[in-house]
């Protein structure tokens, strides 16, 4: 059975840094690629980063520049590196995967930016 679960989110003030944790089980981890999505109130969730098996990554636009995907296929865990925070990433993010063509997500962790 997949599990992935984030840790990591909270308060932050607008210019401030977060690290996002997704910690995975049931999955041989390191075969996968990984994904990081966001969804904030009343608008679709939409992928932020992703990172391949062989730590290629892509980024949103809204995001490039700031946030940094990475991985520990020896602690089955990615992450998240969320730097110059803006108010408008407030959101709950998951962390995903697709294993043999099933989406697999996280309970989500909230992050709220603001002063």
């Known amino acids: 059975q997949v599990q992935l679960v984030e840790s990591g989110g909270g308060l932050v003030q607008p210019g401030g840094s977060l690290r996002l944790s997704c910690a995975a089980s049931?999955?041989?981890?390191?075969?996968?690629?990984m994904d990081w999505y966001r969804q904030a109130p009343g608008k679709e969730r939409e992928l932020v980063a992703a990172i391949s098996s062989s730590t290629d990554t892509n980024y949103a636009d809204s995001v490039k520049g700031r946030f940094t995907i990475s991985r520990d296929d020896a602690e089955y865990t990615v992450y998240l590196q969320m730097n110059s925070l803006k108010p408008e990433d407030t959101a709950v993010y998951y962390c995903?995967?697709?294993?043999?063509?099933?989406?697999?997500w996280g309970q989500g962790t909230q992050v709220t930016v603001s002063s």
């Open positions: 995903h995967v697709i294993r043999y063509g099933i989406n697999y």
């Open positions: 049931g999955i041989a981890f390191s075969l996968y690629p």
